[in-house]
């Protein structure tokens, strides 16, 4: 479904005189059947009285990737051992409207913990701040999560096909793209650009028989602003929007709230 990676502040090797230092980017690869209807472009939403930046899936009207006025990130993946994918559930897009108006991790994770998120289609939530990472999952029945301080680059990654078909083969990859780049960032966008010839179904930039990466998501926030590029083909849509953060300077508190 994606590859996800994010790069917090410490892996982003900025000069120390830049005026507006990215504290994160994050990089989202969707892969999705080619059959699916097209994602709506990011736009503005208002939930639960937050600014919240995300693309639209219009058939669950959910969606997979977001960032709020609070600098908060979140991503969303599929899990999958290698069975069938489940036809029953809840979709798993409807999490992050659900999680996107929280104004800290804390009170994210205890969104999701109050989901019924076993109800939902398999998953693994990020959500991320400046400084942590809040990763959720639900297994043998019940929600599970770890929290973490963001050190390094970081790679999360899913497929139909079963994810440790390729967790193997794209760790690997990234491990060499992120062994001491010069340029962070484009190192970064590269890894999500790459395609092994034929390899393609296993490849970061995905291609196989009736599914293909749709598009491309990039979160940055900075101390002052966040902005969301989207890059989708097949209709070519292209779309840059930049949010005010409100309480920025809490960011390094990692709290909005």
Known sequence: ??????????????????????????????????????????????????????????????????????????????????????????????LIPRVAGAGSLSEALARVLDAGAERYRPFRLLMLDAAQLVECWVENGRLRYRRAYLHGAMIRTSSSLGDAVLEGPRRTLFRRFFRNPSRPAAAQDAFHDHQWPGREHVSVRMRRAGARTVSRTIVEVSPGFATMIYNADAPRVYGRVVLPLAGAAALTRARCS
Do not use: K
């Not at 590859?3 to 989202?28: K, N």
């Not at 693309?55 to 006025?69: H, K, L, M, Q, R």
């Open 1 to 94: 479904m994606c590859t996800v990676t994010a790069l917090p502040r410490a892996a982003l090797a900025e000069p120390a005189w830049s005026s507006d230092p990215l504290l994160l980017r994050l990089v989202c690869s969707r892969d999705e059947q080619i059959a699916r209807p097209a994602a709506l472009a990011p736009v503005l939403h208002a939930v639960d009285g937050r600014r919240v930046m995300m693309p639209t899936d219009p058939e669950s009207g959910g969606s997979w990737i977001a960032v709020n006025d609070c600098g908060l990130t979140f991503a969303l993946l599929n899990t999958n051992a290698g069975e069938p994918p489940a036809s029953d559930g809840l979709s798993r897009g409807g």
